[in-house]
């Protein structure tokens, strides 16, 4: 169901409004194993909003780390909504397939970030001046409204360590 609704999606694209960005969390619950030095919103320009984020890892190297990335809508309050997914990163990062979901945000936010070689990672990770736009949303109409992205990622063992949480709008004229 996850995957049919994803190809629909794929193939129905329609341009958009605008995408801002308007709030960013970063938490670690485990910070022997990972921190963030920054992880912030910056205003980049007229009505241009941008992430970034400094991602600490404290047990070098990283071979293996499972990501979640779920996808909320606000109503009253977050629901899931379209996307929940998980992968072990290094694994996505070695056999990229672009049919998989995490492929289609990891090649979005490739250009701010430092994520561009397979593992292990053993240096910190930065995303810088990422900003949300209709062409990364081009594939996936999402209808106006409050959305959240959260990704949650574990210390290689399934315990979960800590989460990003991204805020965004979207507004269709
Ligand atoms: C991010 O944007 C700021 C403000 O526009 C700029 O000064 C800085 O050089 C940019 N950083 C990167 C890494 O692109
Ligand atoms: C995502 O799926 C996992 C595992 O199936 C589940 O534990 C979690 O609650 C789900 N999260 C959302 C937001 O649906
Ligand atoms: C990855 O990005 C860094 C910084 O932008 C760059 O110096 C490096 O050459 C890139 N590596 C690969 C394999 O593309």
Request: hydrophobic residues 40%; positive net charge.
């Amino acid at each position: 169901m996850k995957y049919l609704l994803w190809i629909c999606f794929l193939f129905t694209g329609e341009s958009h409004g605008y995408v801002r960005l308007t709030n960013l969390e970063c938490k670690s619950y485990d910070k022997t194993f990972i921190d963030f030095p920054a992880c912030r919103l910056k205003v980049l320009g007229r009505g241009i909003i941008g992430a970034n984020i400094h991602v600490k890892f404290l047990k070098l190297p990283i071979n293996r780390m499972v990501v979640r990335l779920a996808t909320y809508r606000k109503l009253s309050g977050y629901h899931p909504f379209l996307f929940n997914v998980t992968e072990e990163i290094c694994r996505a990062l070695k056999y990229p397939n672009r049919l998989r979901v995490f492929y289609y945000f990891y090649t979005a936010f490739l250009p701010y970030s430092n994520l561009n070689h397979t593992c292990p990672y053993n240096n910190d990770v930065f995303i810088r001046n990422c900003t949300l736009n209709d062409r990364m949303f081009a594939k996936v109409p999402l209808p106006k409204g409050i959305y959240k992205l959260t990704l949650e990622m574990d210390d290689g063992v399934m315990n979960w360590v800590s989460i990003i949480n991204v805020h965004f709008e979207i507004d269709v004229d």
